[in-house]
Every structure is written in C-alpha cells, then in structure tokens.
C-alpha cells in the first residue's frame, strides 16, 4: 500500500481542501485533535484537566493516542500533517513522544490566536516547544513565514514552504458571473453575532460598519440582534453553507475584511494571519475592500491581480465605489482570479514538499 498522509485538526473545510490538494497523490486519512475528540466523546472533568496540563507537557491523553495510532498505522501513513491555530501543539509533542518516526508537519492558519501580550507570549512558548519536534511547517502567506524567523520560533534550517489557504475549487460557481448591483454596496461575512462565548473585542465591527452606513455604502452581514437597528442601507441575511455564502458574495461591489483592531491589546493575528473570511471572499470572485494601515499577510496572499479597495474611511471607500464603470472592471478582473484560489491547483507543490521530508 502507498505511503498515506493523516491529517489532524477540527473537521471544518480546511481539512476538505488538504484531502483535494493530495487526492490522487497520496492516500489520507484525518484523526481528530484532541480537543475535537473529547467534545465529540463527551468525557469528564478528570480527562479534561489531564487535558490542561498537557497543554504544557505535551498531550497524554492513553485513550486519545491510542486512537491517532491506530488510524496511522490503518492507513500506512508516514508523515501527519497537523492544521489550524495552536490547538494542535500539544498534541504534536505527545504524538511524537508515542511515534517518534511519524514526520510531523504543522500548517500555520491562524497564528497567534491570543490578542493580549501576555497570551502571545505563552503560546509563542508553546509554539518553540512544538516547532522542536516538527518535520516541517506550511506559511499561508510570506509574513507569517518571516515572523516565525525573526521571533525565533522556528530554526532556519526546519523544511517549510508557503502554501496559499484556498477552499476546494467545488465551492466556486460555475454558472457566468452574476450582474452587479445598482448602488454602491459591501458584502461583511464576518461575525456579527457578539454575544457568543467565542467571540472576541476584534470581531466587533459595529463602529465601523456605522461609518460605512453614514457615507452611504449598502451593508449585506449575517443578521444579528447587536446588529439590528433599522438602518435602510443595513441587508442583513440569514446564515448560509459555505458555498451558498460564496454564490451570493459575488453579486457584490467588494467584502470588507477588516477587524476593531483598536479593541486589541495585540493585532499580530490579524497582521500575520489569512483569515477564513479571505479565502471565501478570493473564491467568490469579488473585490477585496481593506483598511489601508496593517493586514500585510492578507496583501501578501491576495498579490498584485486580485482587485483591492484599500480605504481610509468610509467615505473614502464609497469615493471610489461611486465610479461604477471601476466597480465593474473590478468585478471582472476579480471574476477572473479565482482560478489561482483553487486547492486544486496546489496539490502538485504540496505534494512535491511532503515528499521531500522522507
């Protein structure tokens, strides 16, 4: 049997896109990491603060191991490729006290995760301790990757490569692009629903959502009680799938990406980071509108073709999607990138990298 690759991680679409990148490369299977698995077994609070502890020593959980042992010897897998946020640290250092000839490889999403000093300096911890037992690393994008140079989280001489996050190119319409609307107008695909438990300063986005209503700009968000004030330019819609979100978004003149990076004691996430928001928005084929200041590795992953808004102020935004003759170029030039947006399209570059670790 072919030489496999398991995957780790919450089972969400990136994982999707990882199974297209090496569909027909390389055989894959996909374990859990271990906090996916103790929601979905539903165990005590023993096991949960054994859990805690790992989080520093590395994950010990008997039964959990166990299970990510037997699914990679089952699929004669050589190499684990591990993804999103620092949920799978721990779990990278227990795995590899257990099958220290398994490769491990981590794909940086979202890094840090923290937006206070304290709390990115604790997983900046976390992640040296990791990146020790790492075969090689995957950047979305060149800023992450020199960040984790200059902090010192990685040696220079660990194998890594920049692998842009893109979803699978089944989620793109396939249908002609749809006609444009009438009025300048923003699609935000971001969270609006701010009294979650999960929801953090930055996700609050109402301040400057207000400004793009005052200047003039239609708003499309998810609705949302903190979110419902009458506004006549404010289109909130209901929750949609993935590729439902991506039909819609492309109707628009551009989606917004931004965070209240004002709320942040730390905005190195949102510096560094290709936020999910993103990668739907690329593949939508729609313009990207970005705050001038900041967003560096979002700049960096969208390149020089994919059309970009960058504003200072709403009304400096709603300036420029008054010239719809523009609007629609940038419709069409943004229609017209989403092809390079495909996972598809770097399954032969991923493949070629976890080849080169054996």
């Known amino acids: 049997m072919a030489r496999g690759i398991a995957l780790l991680g919450p089972d969400i679409d990136h994982r999707t896109s990882l199974e297209v990148m090496l569909q027909g490369r390389r055989p894959t299977s996909w374990v859990p990491d271990s906090g996916s698995w103790m929601s979905s077994q539903g165990v005590g609070n023993w096991t949960r603060s054994l859990q805690r502890v790992g989080r520093f ?8 191991l166990r299970g990510v042992e037997q699914a990679v010897s089952a699929s004669c897998a050589d190499t684990l490729v591990a993804y999103w946020g620092t949920e799978p640290l721990a779990d990278l ?5 257990r099958m220290p000839g398994l490769k491990l490889v981590l794909m940086v999403l979202c890094y840090p995760v923290a937006l206070d000093a304290m709390g990115v300096a604790r997983q900046n911890w976390m992640m040296k301790r990791a990146c020790s037992v790492l075969d090689g690393v995957l950047f979305p994008d060149l800023a992450m990757r020199d960040h984790f140079l200059n902090a010192g989280l990685i040696d220079a ?10 979803w699978t190119g089944a989620f793109q319409s396939a249908q002609a692009q749809p006609q444009g ?35 003039g700009v239609e708003l499309h968000h998810a609705t949302s009680p903190e979110t419902t004030d009458g506004h006549p330019l404010r289109k909130p819609f209901s929750p949609l799938s993935q590729p439902e979100l991506i039909r819609k978004m492309a109707s628009h003149d551009a989606s917004l990406i931004a965070y209240n990076l004002s709320a942040c004691e730390d905005a190195t996430r949102f510096e560094l980071t290709v936020p999910d928001r993103l990668i739907s928005s690329v593949a939508a084929g ?16 969208l390149g020089s073709d994919h059309p970009v808004y960058s504003f200072d102020s709403g009304a400096h935004l709603m300036s420029m999607l008054r010239d719809r003759s523009r609007v629609a170029e940038m419709r069409a030039r943004a229609w017209a990138c989403r092809e390079r947006f495909a996972a598809e399209r770097h399954g032969p570059a991923l493949a070629s990298f976890l080849e080169s670790l054996s």
């Not at 250092?93 to 006290?97: A, D, S, V």
């Not at 001489?157 to 893109?166: E, I, Q, S, T």
């Not at 699609?187 to 400004?211: K, N, Q, V, Y």
């Open 57 to 64: 020593t590395g994950t010990f959980l008997p039964a959990y």
């Open 286 to 301: 729609v313009p990207v509108a970005l705050p001038a200041k900041g967003y560096s590795g979002s700049r960096q992953y």
């Open 157 to 166: 001489r660990l194998p890594a490569m920049v692998l842009p996050p893109c």
């Open 93 to 97: 250092i227990g795995i590899k006290r």
């Open 181 to 215: 609307r009438a009025d300048p107008n923003l699609i935000f695909i971001g969270r609006t629903d701010l009294s979650s438990r999960t929801i953090h300063a930055a996700d609050d986005l109402r301040p400057l959502m207000l400004e793009m209503l005052q200047a």
